[in-house]
């Protein structure tokens, strides 16, 4: 088998002794170095080759954001932001994801067991060593973000969305495209608790449409999407002509809470034909199923491509149980939504 070599950098002796410990106990992965600063973690990123790096954002003598800025257009791999559950700490893990980081894990804390730390950042750096990582400078063409034209009328459709690994660059290229009168949208984005609001706004800054983090009992309507908070599942209810959403805590789906399958497979229940299903990048079979079951009630469904996926992982589950009706890249996949409604 061969090990995934991993570099942990943060300032934190005591997150750098974690990880390491916690890391070493699976047979799939190896922690070939540490690094308390980006300047030591550059020499022993060209010594070592690592597969993934960790990365804090806080850093002495250089942040964690400007190092990575430098580390994609000179020496682009998979990078995973360890981040803390605070406002700021959410704010400055968006930049970094749109610099090119792939995934984002909690700081270990009181309200954050090293136990669940430990499963989750292994599935994180497992995924992220199968990411597509593009050079930030390179000649590839951006997604084009120009905006949809409004709709002429309104429609009482309903968009489900779920997205997870790469997915936070993936949402925005879909939603900056929709119109201010969309459907209304709800999202399961796979985040930490705490990050899901900081996206929320920022993708409200850019849409045409309203954005905002899910409370529970709002309703789904047009020119509004909705993001599970992270740590908290949203399901899709109705009740006669309103549709509304359901947040709750329960058990993790494919250790994920919010997990797409809850909300696909109860927009499929509610909704049905009046659905339309989206997966979009991300590790993992979580909301295959559940688009299975919006497909067999009579909803569109698509799925992402491989190629314009950062993880191919979610929607090549979808593909194989014949869950999608279009399997398309990311650039076609807003104006395909607006032709199905």
């Given at each position: ?93 968006l ?35 199968r ?28 968009i489900a ?17 929709l ?12 985040m ?48 006669g ?10 058990p993790?789906?494919h ?87």
């Open positions: 088998m061969k090990k995934i070599r991993v570099l942990i950098v943060d300032d934190s002796a005591v997150v750098r002794k974690i990880f390491s410990e916690e890391l070493s106990k699976y047979p799939d992965i190896e922690i070939v170095g540490t690094a308390p600063d980006p300047f030591v973690a550059r020499d022993k990123i060209v010594a070592l080759n690592p597969d993934v790096i960790t990365l804090d954002i806080e850093m002495p003598r250089m942040d964690g954001l400007t190092f990575l800025r430098k580390l994609m257009k000179y020496y682009p791999l998979p990078a995973i932001i360890v981040s803390s559950l605070t406002p700021r700490g959410g704010k400055l893990t930049e970094a994801m749109e610099i090119g980081a792939v995934d984002v894990i909690a700081k270990p804390g009181a309200s954050y067991t090293v136990g669940n730390m430990s499963s989750q950042l292994a599935d994180k750096i497992r995924a992220a060593s990411a597509q990582i593009i050079r930030k400078d390179s000649d590839t063409a951006a997604v084009e973000t120009t905006p949809l034209k409004a709709l002429a009328q309104t429609s009482h459709k309903v969305i779920g997205a997870s690994t790469g997915g936070t660059e993936a949402l925005k290229q879909v939603l900056t495209r119109p201010a009168n969309s459907p209304g949208i709800t999202v399961v984005q796979h930490p608790a705490n990050f899901t609001a900081a996206f929320a706004d920022r993708l409200n800054s850019l849409c045409q449409m309203t954005v905002r983090e899910a409370r529970d009992n709002d309703s789904v309507v047009p020119g509004l999407a909705l993001i599970a908070p992270g740590n908290f599942h949203m399901i899709l209810r109705r009740s002509a309103r549709y509304y959403v359901e947040v709750k805590t329960g993790m789906v250790h994920q809470r919010p997990a797409v399958d809850i909300l696909f497979k109860s927009t499929a229940k509610y909704a049905g034909a009046n659905a339309i299903g989206v997966i979009l990048t991300g590790m993992g079979a979580d909301g295959a199923e559940g688009l299975l079951e919006m497909k067999t009630a009579g909803a569109g469904t698509i799925a992402q491509d491989e190629q314009s996926c950062v993880v191919f992982g979610m929607p090549k589950e979808a593909i194989k149980m014949g869950a999608a009706d279009k399997v398309l890249p990311l650039d076609r996949i807003a104006p395909e939504m607006m032709r199905m409604v």
